[in-house]
């Protein structure tokens, strides 16, 4: 039996890299998948593959900073299966400038209000049926100097909510854990990592001696969407090769 047998969880930002790799993981370990992403050809390609391979999945065009569609798909869930046990709020915009207001707004508009309006839905379909899951991934730019402003500023609000939740929600027996990736390649690394001197630099301030693969982060995120993380709520999972230990 799976890690996850049975349980329903939502993946946001699952077209690509981590989240995609979640939510192949999670189907392989036996849970019904709800892949939502605003890229939408690429989200519905990930969730047939995982029917090709025997598994269960759904996707959906869903940008996670509209209230909107927040309320159409829980309802649309709840409809089909009648609950959420899981939800990774993994789906986030890398920022392109410090100084911009609109920049500032477009970035916590999607990673910050798009974190909130995920636990905002899901949380009173949990309580109805006993507890659930909440991951919010963050980054080591929410615990370390180093990003660009609007996003470091948005995984830093993204630490302190998942705290404050993990404790207002416990009651409930509604779990609330946050992880911090460290590098990783993916497409929102590739353009950044195919420069030599950037990677050498990401490369020198971790201590392992390679950067991390999505994998490397879905296997932590497993650990807390499953029973098996029954007594952990409001912890900081780091997943960064060391880089945060310096
Ligand atoms: N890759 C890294 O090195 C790294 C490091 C630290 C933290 N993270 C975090 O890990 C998470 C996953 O990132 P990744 O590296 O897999 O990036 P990625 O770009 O491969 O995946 C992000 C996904 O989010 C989706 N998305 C963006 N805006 C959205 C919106 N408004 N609504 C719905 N979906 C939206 C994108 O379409 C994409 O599929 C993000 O929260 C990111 O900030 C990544």
């Known amino acids: ?3 996850l047998a049975g349980k329903v969880a939502i993946i946001t930002g699952s077209a690509s890299g981590q989240g995609k790799a979640e939510a192949i993981l999670f189907a392989k370990e036996g849970a019904k998948v709800i892949l939502a992403d605003i890229q939408k050809q690429k989200v519905y390609k990930v969730a047939e593959d995982i029917q090709k391979n025997g598994g269960e999945a759904i996707a959906y065009f869903h ?3 509209i209230e ?3 309320s159409n798909l829980i309802r649309a869930i709840c409809k089909k299966y009648g ?10 915009t890398p920022a392109s400038h410090d100084d ?9 508009n999607i990673n910050m209000i798009g974190t909130f309006l995920g636990m905002k839905y899901v949380v009173p379909v949990m309580k109805e049926i006993g507890g659930g ?43 609330v854990n946050s992880v911090y990736p460290g590098m990783i390649h993916t ?11 950037i990677r050498k630099h990401f490369e020198s301030v971790t201590p392992l001696p390679f950067l991390g693969e999505s994998n490397d982060v879905a296997y932590g995120v497993l650990y807390l969407a499953s029973d098996e993380s029954r007594f952990t709520t409001g912890t900081e999972l ?9």
Not at 83 to 92: E, F, H, M, P, T
Not at 100 to 108: G, S, Y
Not at 134 to 160: D, E, H, M, Q
């Open 1 to 3: 039996m799976g890690r």
């Open 63 to 65: 940008d996670i900073s």
């Open 68 to 70: 909107e569609h927040w």
């Open 83 to 92: 609950k959420v046990d899981i939800l990774i709020n993994n789906a986030s």
């Open 100 to 108: 911009l207001i609109e920049e500032w707004r477009r970035v916590l």
């Open 133 to 175: 899951s909440i991951i919010n991934i963050s980054s080591v730019a929410g615990l370390i100097a180093g990003g660009v402003n609007p996003y470091t500023a948005s995984k830093g609000a993204i630490r302190a909510i998942s705290r404050s939740a993990a404790v207002e929600y416990a009651k409930y027996q509604i779990r």
């Open 187 to 197: 497409p929102m690394t590739e353009d950044l990592l195919a420069n030599e001197g």
């Open 238 to 246: 780091v997943i960064d090769g060391g880089w945060t230990s310096h």
